[in-house]
């Protein structure tokens, strides 16, 4: 596949979480590929997950910690390999009931049509502050990153 190809595999993949359809987007995903997630021992979903189950697994963990309550992406650039999408979110922490906004950036490498490698780039500061049972309900107001 090509750049373009790559770009549409993984706007299509963007979709399908939107819409909730977690198991298409599983069929997108190589056998054995790898999702990264920035680690935190607060963060139900953070660490890195290897092949499909594993994988279907981050979802159920995401699904059971947080809502999205917005989520926005904003640029994709394919070069080779790799595409890079740009964008926001809006999550609420279902253990506390905080929000927190969440600006990232994720990687993913495409291989024979298929992701074989997802990794996300985000300020974890806000999401922990905002599951984090032990700090008041103030502190886990989280001030978007703006350019």
């Known amino acids: ?8 595999l993984v706007m299509e993949c963007y979709q399908l979480f939107l819409k909730g359809d977690i ?4 069929e997108r995903c190589d056998v054995n590929a790898d999702w990264v997630e920035r680690d935190s021992d607060c963060i139900p979903f953070a660490g890195t997950y290897h092949g ?3 994988i279907a697994d981050f979802f159920t963990k995401l699904a059971n910690g ?7 992406t904003r640029e994709f ?3 080779g390999d790799k595409v890079v999408v740009v964008g926001e979110a809006t999550w609420l922490a279902k253990p506390t009931g905080r929000s927190f906004d969440s600006p990232w950036v994720h990687v993913l ?6 992701i074989a490698r997802f990794e996300a780039y985000n300020d ?9 049972t032990d700090l ?6 989280a001030t978007p990153m703006r350019h």
């Open 124 to 132: 974890t500061a806000p999401a922990e502050r905002a599951f984090r």
């Open 1 to 8: 596949m090509n750049a373009r190809d790559n770009k549409q």
């Open 52 to 54: 499909k189950a594993e």
């Open 66 to 72: 947080a809502e999205a309550l917005s989520f926005t």
């Open 23 to 26: 198991p298409s987007l599983l």
């Open 136 to 141: 008041p309900a103030q502190a886990s107001m």
């Open 109 to 114: 490498t495409v291989r024979d049509g298929k």
């Open 77 to 79: 650039i394919a070069e």
